[in-house]
């Protein structure tokens, strides 16, 4: 069964950094575009960054120059480096392929930005 699993969240002060992981299963998400995705409590779930396997970028404007999404095909995981964060990044973050399959959706990984 594939899967995506999150991790790497917690609790951190505006400021702060965090480092997410997304660790998949199968082989075929080393070839698909990846992305981040987040829900706030009470919002939609938005995309915030993707990675296709030639490794371009995007990012959504609220997080640009803040985070960086990378992979690492050979860990299959993909990495989500979130620095100079704000209390409105405060968010469960899933990864998913881009755009999202239903199928793929996972726990996720809390991440609360609070002093």
């Known amino acids: 069964q594939v899967q995506l699993v999150e991790s790497g969240g917690g609790l951190v002060q505006p400021g702060g950094s965090l480092r997410l992981s997304c660790a998949h299963s199968?082989?075929?998400?080393?070839?698909?575009?990846m992305g981040w995705y987040r829900q706030a409590p009470g919002k939609q779930r938005e995309l915030v960054a993707r990675i296709t396997s030639g490794d371009s970028t995007y990012y959504a404007d609220s997080v640009k120059g803040r985070f960086t999404i990378s992979r690492d095909n050979a860990k299959r995981t993909v990495y989500l480096q979130m620095n100079s964060l704000k209390p409105e990044d405060t968010a469960v973050y899933y990864c998913?392929?881009?755009?999202?399959?239903?199928?793929?959706w996972g726990q996720g990984t809390q991440v609360t930005v609070s002093s």
């Open positions: 199968g082989s075929i998400f080393t070839i698909r575009t």
């Open positions: 998913n392929v881009f755009p999202p399959q239903s199928a793929y």
